[in-house]
C-alpha cells in the first residue's frame, strides 16, 4: 500500500525538482528516507517532485497483517528510525534555519542541490566537539536528557500514550514522545520541566518589559548601525583560491573589519543555535557558480545590508557577545579563534537560554497569550501568502518594463525617425525645422524605452528584496511558536502541577511576545519606509519622461 502524508502548510515550488503541495492536500511518498529535510512524492496534481518533510505530516493508519503459525492474522508494525518520523500535527512545524541562505518558496528555498559557498579553510576547522556540533545547524544544542537513538514500535507508543493520559491526572509531567519535534529540540520541553541549569551573568540577561502593547524587550541603551561597503575579491594560495571580503564598520567602534560570507554564515548558525525564540533574519542565498558575477556581487551586498540593519535593530541580537565578537575582532587570529570556540562551548543555548530571560512582575493570562498566538499565526499566513502574489507581480512587471516597454517604446522612436528621413526628401527650407523635431522626437522616445529598462533597479528591486527578507522571518515563526505552544499545552496537561509549571510557560510566553512585538515594529518601519522610497523614485521616473517629452514638445516652436 502506497505511504501517504497530509500536507500541513502550503509549499511553492520555485527551482526544478520541486513541486508545490497545499495544506490538507495529500500527497504519496515514493520513500519516506529524508534527504537533507526533504522528501520525494507525487501531489494530487500528478507532479512528482521534492517538498520539505516537515511540512507533511505521514499517515500511518494503515497496519499490515501476517499469518502465524495457528493461522491466526496479527498485527505487525514497522519500527521507526529517527530518520522516519512519525510526526503529529501538535509536533510539527515549518523547519527554521533550513540554511542561512534560506529565503525562498512558501518560507522555505533551501535548494538540496546547491553547492557551499565557499570551502572552508584551515583556520576555520577546529576538531573540537564544539566545533561539530556547531556544523549541524538547528538542532544541535546539547540535550539535557537522555535521547535514544530509535522510536519503538507501534504497539509500545500505544502503552506509552496510555501512560502519558494517566500522567495527566497524577503529579507526573509526561514528556513528548516526538522526541524530534522542535519543543524538544529547542530546549523549551526541558526547561519547562525544569532541567536546565547554568551559571547566567548579569551581562547575560535579557530583560522583557510591558509595554504599551503587551511584553517587549527592553530596548539597547547604546544603539548602533553597521554600513557594508563595496566587496573587493581577494586571493590566496598564490592566486588558486578567490573569495570576496567585505569591508565592515559599527559605528559604535568607527574601525572596520573584513568579513566573508562564510563568516556570516558561521554566525547565522551560531545566533540560531543560541535563540530558539527570536526570528534571525536569513541570510542570501548561497550560489554555487557565478559568485564573482557583478550582478550577483550586487544583489547579495544589499541583500547582507538588509540582513544587518535588522541585526543591529534587535535589542537582544545586537548586543550577544558572539556578534559583537563578529562585528570588532579585527585581524587578530588567535583572538578571532578564541571568540569563535567560546561561541562555540556557550552553555547558554537551547533550555538554558530561558533561563537568562527576566520577565514582569505582573504573570501573563495564558488564555489571552494563546489567544494572541492563534491570531499571529493567521497574520503570517495571510502576509506571506500575498508576499509571494507582490512579488511575483513586481517581478513579472520589472521583465515587462526591462524588455517589453523599452522595445515598444524604442519601436515608436524609430517609427518617428523613419518619417523625419522620410521628410527631409522635401528639400524645401521652411520643413527643416518640423523635420529636426520629428527626429528628436524619436530620439527621446527611444531614450524613454531605455529609462523604463533602468527603473526597475532603483524602486522594484528593493521592494523585491525586502520581501525576500520578510520570508525568511515569516518561515522562522512557526518553530518559534511552536515552542510556546508546546510549553501552554504541558501547563494544560498537568492541572495539579500548573502552579510549578505556570512561571517557567510564562517566561516562553513573554519571550514570544516580545519577539512578536518587535516583529510588528520593524515591519511597520521597514515597509513604510519602502513603500516611501518607492513612490518618490516612481515621482521622479515620471518627472524625468515628462522633462524628456516637453523638451521634444519645445522644438516644434522652432520657426525654421
Same mark, same amino acid.
Given at each position: 500500500?502506497?505511504?501517504? #502524508? ?31 529535510? *526533504? ?18 505530516? @505521514? ?18 508494525? !514497522? ?39 565557499? =570551502?572552508?579553510?584551515?583556520? *576555520? ?38 501512560? +502519558? +493520559? ?24 526541558? &526547561? ?9 551573568? =548579569? ?8 509595554? !504599551?502593547?503587551?511584553?517587549?524587550? +527592553? ?7 553597521? /554600513? ?12 588558486? !583560491? ?10 559604535? $567602534? ?9 563568516? &556570516? ?31 550577483? %556581487? ?13 541585526? /543591529? ?14 562585528? $570588532? ?43 494572541? %498566538? ?5 497574520? /503570517? ?11 511575483? $507581480?513586481?517581478?513579472?512587471? #520589472? ?17 518617428? #525617425? ?17 523635420? !529636426? ?27 523585491? =528584496? ?55 515594529? /520593524? ?15 516612481? @515621482? ?16 516644434? =516652436?522652432?520657426?525654421?
Amino acid at each position: 500500500m502506497a505511504l501517504k #502524508a497530509r500536507v500541513l502548510y502550503d509549499f511553492h515550488s520555485e527551482n526544478p525538482g520541486e513541486i508545490s503541495i497545499s495544506e490538507n492536500e495529500l500527497v504519496t511518498l515514493f520513500n519516506e528516507e529524508e534527504l537533507e529535510g *526533504w522528501l520525494e512524492g507525487e501531489n494530487s496534481r500528478g507532479e512528482a517532485g521534492l517538498f520539505p518533510a516537515s511540512y507533511v505530516e @505521514i499517515i500511518r493508519d494503515h497496519i499490515t497483517s501476517s499469518t502465524n503459525n495457528n493461522g491466526l492474522s496479527s498485527p505487525q508494525t !514497522k519500527a521507526l528510525t529517527p530518520t522516519h518520523t512519525s510526526y503529529t500535527s501538535s509536533d510539527t512545524q515549518s523547519p527554521r534555519g533550513l540554511g542561512a541562505g534560506s529565503g525562498g518558496s512558501g518560507g522555505c528555498s533551501f535548494h538540496p542541490s546547491q553547492g557551499s559557498d565557499d =570551502d572552508w579553510d584551515d583556520d *576555520w576547522d577546529d576538531a573540537s566537539p564544539a566545533a561539530e556540533a556547531g556544523k549541524q545547524g538547528l538542532g544541535s544544542s546539547p540535550a539535557m536528557y537522555p535521547v535514544t537513538t530509535s522510536l519503538p514500535g507501534r504497539r509500545e507508543s500505544s502503552q506509552q500514550q496510555q501512560q +502519558q +493520559q494517566q500522567a495527566k491526572g497524577s503529579a507526573t509531567v509526561g514528556r513528548n514522545l516526538n522526541r524530534f519535534s522542535t519543543f524538544v529540540k529547542s530546549g523549551g520541553e526541558a &526547561f519547562l520541566l525544569g532541567e536546565a541549569s547554568a551559571f547566567v551573568k =548579569d551581562g547575560d540577561r535579557i530583560c522583557v518589559t510591558m509595554g !504599551k502593547h503587551g511584553p517587549e524587550w +527592553q530596548e539597547d541603551p547604546y544603539p548602533f548601525v553597521c /554600513t557594508i561597503d563595496d566587496p573587493t575579491k581577494q586571493t590566496k594560495f598564490k592566486g588558486m !583560491k578567490s573569495y570576496m571580503s567585505y569591508g565592515l564598520t559599527p559605528t559604535h $567602534t568607527n574601525v572596520q573589519v573584513n568579513r566573508r560570507y562564510k563568516h &556570516f554564515d558561521w554566525l547565522y548558525a551560531r545566533l540560531v543555535e543560541r535563540f530558539p525564540v527570536i526570528s534571525v533574519p536569513h541570510l542570501p542565498e548561497k550560489q554555487a557558480t557565478g559568485r564573482f558575477e557583478e550582478d550577483f %556581487i550586487s544583489k547579495r551586498r544589499k541583500g547582507l545590508i538588509w540582513w544587518m540593519n535588522h541585526m /543591529t535593530s534587535h535589542p537582544v541580537l545586537a548586543r550577544c557577545d558572539v556578534f559583537q565578537h563578529f562585528l $570588532t575582532c579585527g585581524a587578530d587570529e588567535k583572538a578571532w579563534k578564541q571568540g569563535k570556540r567560546k561561541a562555540e562551548r556557550d552553555e547558554l543555548v537551547g533550555s538554558n537560554f530561558f533561563l537568562t530571560i527576566s520577565t514582569p512582575a505582573v504573570p501573563l493570562d495564558l488564555q489571552e497569550v494563546e489567544s494572541k %498566538i492563534e491570531g499571529f499565526k493567521t497574520f /503570517t499566513k495571510r502576509m506571506d501568502e500575498n508576499i509571494v502574489v507582490v512579488n511575483a $507581480t513586481i517581478n513579472e512587471f #520589472a521583465r515587462k518594463q526591462m524588455a517589453g516597454f523599452k522595445k515598444e517604446y524604442q519601436k515608436v522612436g524609430q517609427s518617428f #525617425a523613419l518619417l523625419g528621413q522620410a521628410f527631409e526628401l522635401d528639400q524645401q527650407t521652411y520643413s527643416a525645422g518640423l523635420n !529636426k523635431a520629428i527626429a528628436y522626437t524619436g530620439e527621446a522616445y527611444e531614450a524613454v524605452g531605455e529609462y523604463f529598462a533602468e527603473q526597475p533597479r532603483h524602486d522594484l528591486a528593493p521592494i523585491s =528584496d525586502l520581501l525576500d527578507l520578510y520570508r525568511g522571518h515569516l518561515a522562522n515563526f512557526p518553530d518559534i511558536i511552536h515552542v510556546q505552544k508546546g510549553a501552554l499545552t504541558k501547563v494544560k496537561d498537568c492541572p495539579k502541577q500548573e502552579g510549578e509549571l505556570h512561571d517557567r510557560c510564562n517566561i516562553i510566553s513573554c519571550a514570544t511576545l516580545a519577539e512578536i512585538q518587535h516583529f510588528h515594529r /520593524t515591519r511597520v518601519r521597514d515597509f513604510r519606509s519602502q513603500m516611501q522610497h518607492y513612490l518618490r523614485e516612481q @515621482i521622479v521616473f515620471f518627472q524625468k519622461i515628462t522633462t524628456k517629452l516637453e523638451d521634444a514638445l519645445q522644438r516644434y =516652436d522652432d520657426e525654421e
